[in-house]
């Protein structure tokens, strides 16, 4: 059994939004496929929840216009369920120009929605990913994401 609904998510990317396979048309025999691949239902129902949630917030985002230079500040809630690690990532991938301001927005609320407490920084990468091919105009900025992380070089120490 997958321990939660970010299994579910990866598993629905890497099995159907990668392009190569044809997910189930009806939504009910989607989830009974996911049950029968080992996911508990209600986290199925999570990540579908969510998913669902993502593709609203997409289409209602208004796109951001922040001044050239400007910093994000995060609120206390924020910072208790995105360490330090989890944030440098996000401004790491601002900076390299994956994330714009209107994308950044969309991860941090899509990471919020999870329902334990410390996000894991394998779990922002991916938010990133899933965020990023739901955005028409970011295209260039999936494969940048998609080229990290499955192609990321293990860090070695010296």
Partial sequence: MYEN??????????NYMDGES???????DLENELVE?????????KALRWLDELAHRVDASPSH???TGSMRIY???ECAKL??????????????GILD??????????LLA??????????????VLLVLMNRPGREDAFTQMEDMLYHEAPQSLH
């Fill in 114 to 127: 999870f329902e334990h407490t410390l996000v894991a920084v394998d779990e922002v990468k991916w938010v």
């Fill in 5 to 14: 609904m970010v299994d579910v998510l990866i598993y629905l990317y890497e």
């Fill in 75 to 77: 609120a206390g809630d």
């Fill in 101 to 110: 301001p209107t994308s950044r927005e969309l991860v941090i609320e899509r």
């Fill in 37 to 45: 691949a080992g996911f508990s239902a209600a986290e199925v129902g």
């Fill in 83 to 96: 360490d330090t690690e989890a944030r440098g990532l996000l401004l790491s991938l601002e900076q390299q």
């Fill in 22 to 28: 044809q997910s189930p048309v009806d939504q009910s």
């Fill in 65 to 67: 216009d922040h001044a």
